[in-house]
């Protein structure tokens, strides 16, 4: 189990299922396609299980926000000789706006980094484990990018980086040096196994994707969030947080986005709560 403190993990949504991102630029829990699925990164739960790490290979501090309005987060790194921002995301589909928020997401999680400043030596590794860690996929090159197959489900890293295939071990990774001004992209997209794996995408495109996911964060809160008063950000931020628990296709909010952590350490109190607990959901709505 990861030794990350809970409160060191951001959450993304598309509002069908969740992803958490740890303070060093690594993705370590996504269920797709509902919150309840099996994780394709599980390293929060078994260091075996999976993730998709993206970090500068020599870190001195990490500072991260919610881009304004949105759940989009932006990490920003301090490194020896530079400076980069990474920015995540989970899409939601082209165009949806204030209360279709999260309809038709393409389960699909986005990935940009550029350098802001001097130069930085950037680390990709992406060791996708579906089935909680229990199946390793079988790796294999795509234009524009790797599929991974395991089991029924298949995932399509889209990227521009030269990753090498680590025979044999289910994971790709690789090192690209970045200077002021460059900046590299990457999309993970879910798919079934059995049907043609969906396109890999350019970088261009997925930036504006992240904008667009963006653009339908902010109009929803127009729709939705009109509180002002103490706590004006705080407040803003636990709404959207909400609304990212939530279901979209039934409505039903979910008690947390992860299963099988203890309450306490060694504890047996280890529930799923990927689901509408009664007790919880109506303590939230009140």
Same mark, same amino acid.
């Given at each position: 189990m990861s030794d990350t403190p809970i409160a060191d993990h951001a959450l993304l949504s598309d509002c069908h299922s969740a992803a958490l991102v740890d303070s060093n630029g690594s993705v370590v829990w996504?269920?797709? $396609?509902?919150?309840?699925?099996?994780?394709?990164?599980?390293?929060?739960?078994?260091?075996?299980?999976?993730?998709?790490?993206?970090?500068?290979?020599r870190v001195e501090e990490a500072q991260r926000r919610y881009v304004d309005g949105t759940l989009i987060l932006e990490t920003r790194f301090h490194?020896?000789?530079?400076?980069?921002?990474?920015?995540?995301?989970?899409?939601?589909?082209?165009?949806?706006?204030?209360?279709?928020?999260?309809?038709?997401?393409?389960?699909?999680?986005?990935?940009?980094?550029?350098?802001v400043s001097g130069r930085v030596e950037l680390e990709v590794d992406f060791v996708p484990r579906m089935e909680y860690g229990l199946t390793t996929p079988t790796l294999s090159r795509v234009d524009g990018g790797i599929l991974a197959v395991g089991g029924p489900t298949a995932l399509v890293l889209s990227t521009g980086s030269n990753l090498n295939l680590i025979d044999g071990r289910g994971r790709a990774r690789g090192t690209v040096q970045l200077t002021e001004g460059d900046e590299v992209a990457f999309a993970v997209e879910y798919?079934?196994?059995?049907?043609?794996?969906?396109?890999?995408?350019?970088?261009?495109?997925?930036?504006?994707?992240?904008?667009?996911?963006?653009? $339908?964060?902010?109009?929803?809160?127009?729709?939705?969030?009109?509180?002002s008063g103490r706590c004006e950000e705080g407040v803003s931020l636990a709404g959207r947080v909400l609304q990212g628990l939530t279901y979209v296709p039934t409505g039903a909010i979910v008690a947390a986005p992860t299963t099988s952590i203890p309450e306490l350490v060694g504890g047996t109190r280890n529930w799923d709560y990927r689901y509408s607990w009664v007790r919880d959901a109506s303590l939230t709505l009140n």
């Open positions: 996504w269920c797709a $396609a509902r919150f309840d699925s099996p994780s394709l990164f599980g390293q929060i739960l078994d260091r075996q299980a999976g993730y998709f790490a993206i970090r500068p290979s490194c020896d000789q530079g400076e980069l921002v990474l920015i995540d995301g989970l899409a939601m589909a082209d165009g949806v706006r204030g209360h279709d928020l999260g309809k038709r997401s393409p389960h699909r999680l986005l990935r940009d980094v550029r350098c798919a079934s196994s059995w049907a043609p794996p969906p396109p890999t995408i350019e970088g261009e495109e997925i930036r504006r994707m992240i904008e667009d996911t963006s653009e $339908a964060w902010r109009s929803w809160g127009a729709e939705h969030q009109n509180y």
